[in-house]
């Protein structure tokens, strides 16, 4: 793989791992703090790589309330976020065979970037949880670039992270934001099709859709034989 690729950068939510339990779960809490019933997990479980702002508005919208004036509305995106990070580790869990493959990849010599528009704290926090820290070369997080996907600048400064080349790297991710990223920066894009996006994700225009992260070495070996 190494004589193809040099690096693989990588999507978080919906790619790397199942956010979307402690998502939902601080959604509701916020819900029904102001009064308002909690959803049903698998109606909002696509929604969880949207940011919380449009989360709780999708939540807002279904029950048929009223949205609140943008200072109430500030107040409640905090405090969603704030219940998130209380309870951030308590549900999540790697998809199907992401540590080993993630092993795989960095054993081939292939150098790993996680490339996401959630915040840098938590990712850091959650990446080291699960000991996959060590394999990652470089955290490019929402509020440490200069521009967040779907804007290409976030895939250039990750290459650049990684002193890598567009031709000889893959974005992995599960969303529209994350192709039209790769596709604006010239890199090869591959998307889960476990992931939140809801967008079926053989319409999302990528170069391959894997169904289990296992699929990774030997679809990024199709593309770069081709």
Do not use: W
Request: charged share 25%.
């Amino acid at each position: 793989m190494r004589e193809h690729v040099d690096a693989v950068l990588l999507d978080f939510d919906g790619t790397l791992f199942d956010t979307a339990p402690d998502l939902v779960a601080a959604l509701n809490r916020t819900l029904v703090e102001i009064g308002h019933a909690p959803v049903p997990f698998e109606d909002f479980r696509q929604r969880a790589g949207s940011g919380a702002k449009r989360l709780l508005l999708a939540a807002l919208d279904a029950s048929g309330a009223e949205r609140p004036d943008d200072k109430e509305l500030r107040r409640l995106i905090q405090q969603l976020i704030a219940y998130y990070f209380e309870i951030e580790t308590e549900r999540i869990r790697p998809f199907p065979a992401v540590l080993a493959t993630i092993e795989r990849l960095r054993d081939a010599g292939v150098s790993l970037a996680v490339c996401t528009n959630r915040g840098e704290r938590s990712t850091r926090r959650l990446l080291a949880h699960f000991d996959i820290d060590r394999h990652i070369a470089a955290v490019l997080a929402g509020d440490t670039v200069a521009r967040m996907k779907p804007d290409p600048g976030h895939v250039r400064e990750a290459l650049a992270a990684l002193a890598a080349e567009p031709g000889r790297a893959v974005m992995v991710g599960d969303s529209a934001a994350d192709v039209d990223s790769a596709r604006g920066a010239g890199v090869a894009a591959i998307v889960t099709a476990y992931g939140y996006s809801p967008t079926p994700p053989h319409d999302l225009g990528a170069d391959a859709v894997i169904d289990d992260f296992a699929e990774l070495p030997a679809s990024i070996e199709r593309l770069f034989r081709a």
